[in-house]
């Protein structure tokens, strides 16, 4: 069986989280009131080293969401991960099929403002109003924690007219290793972001901008997106059949399956465009 390496470190840390989160749910069971009027979060989100992320990416590598969809069948999690069809990919290319994507969750929610949009104000006040929100509501505190193989997974406000997600920050999250993004609702620029190549799965266009309409609620904590819960660490697999989540503790095993799917519908596929005499495109190759 292929495992893959946690440091030490990595392992001690993932151990003191979970250690702490069953404290958490021991002590709630015994007293209610150990919960803070401030709130607090039960389930803890794990860390993984960018090794163990690479290591993970190696196996999905090629892999389609139908592949992924028999593995998830295959280990007794039959329909689990879809995301529902109404996050779909904003482009595709049938030749090389760049807009597919295997990557590992980083994970974002933002929630709709109860606060008032600005009102009327001169230029020059509109634009401080505006930066002042980006900054101090609505910025993208995720920025550090992309890397190579990270899927930007975002939960935004669902009913607002809102672009989270322009042709700039898509370009800035790319720079950071960001091999694709996958939002709840909406984006803008859509025509910019086709011509940049970059993959996205999203709801529908959205064309406002974020002050006055949505707040950064939390980064790197469960979202739900499509009708799918989404930890961080998750794997995401999207194509031009939709996204699926394979959460990270059967991933391997998801890999190992889909693999051996993908492999013979290959090989059946290539027997079959030779007798029919079609050249040989990058599916079966």
């Known amino acids: 069986m292929n495992r893959l390496y946690l440091s030490a470190p990595t392992r001690v840390a993932v151990l003191g989280v ?35 992320d690479a290591a993970l990416l190696k196996l999905f590598e090629g892999l389609c969401v139908a592949d992924v969809c028999d593995g998830m069948d295959a280990v007794n999690l039959p329909g689990r991960g879809l995301m529902s069809p109404e996050i779909h990919p904003l482009w595709r290319d049938t030749e090389r099929f ?37 900054q101090q509501r609505s910025p993208e505190p995720f920025i550090g924690l992309l890397r190579a ?43 910019e972001i086709i011509t940049q190549k970059i993959p996205l799965y999203f709801k529908r266009p959205g064309r406002g901008i974020r002050p006055g309409r949505n707040e950064i609620e939390s980064v790197n904590r469960p979202v739900v997106v499509g009708g799918v819960t989404v930890m961080p660490g998750d794997v995401i697999v999207a194509d ?17 399956y889909a693999r051996k799917i993908l492999d013979g519908d ?20």
């Not at 590992?104 to 930066?131: C, K, S």
């Not at 031009?240 to 059967?250: K, S």
Request: some cysteine; aromatic content about 8%; proline content about 6%.
């Open 240 to 256: 031009g059949d939709g996204v699926i989540v394979v959460p990270r503790a059967r991933a391997e095993e998801v890999a190992r």
């Open 98 to 134: 760049t807009h597919r994507f295997v990557g590992i969750a980083v994970t974002v929610r933002y929630i709709p403002t109860q606060l008032p949009h600005a009102g009327p104000m001169n230029a020059e006040d509109y634009d401080r109003w505006a930066g002042e929100w980006y």
């Open 18 to 52: 979970a250690l702490i989160t069953a404290s958490w749910r021991i002590s709630l069971a015994a007293d209610p009131a150990v919960v803070p009027r401030s709130g607090t979060n039960f389930i803890a989100s794990p860390v993984f080293s960018a090794e163990a």
């Open 266 to 285: 290959k090989a059946g596929r290539r027997g079959l465009y030779e007798k029919l005499g079609l050249p040989a495109d990058e599916s079966v190759k």
């Open 149 to 191: 193989g990270s899927a930007l997974v975002i939960e935004d406000a669902p009913d607002s007219d809102v672009g989270s997600i322009g042709s700039n920050n898509i370009l800035a999250w790319k720079l950071r290793g960001c091999v694709g993004v996958v939002t709840s609702a909406t984006a803008r620029d859509t025509d």
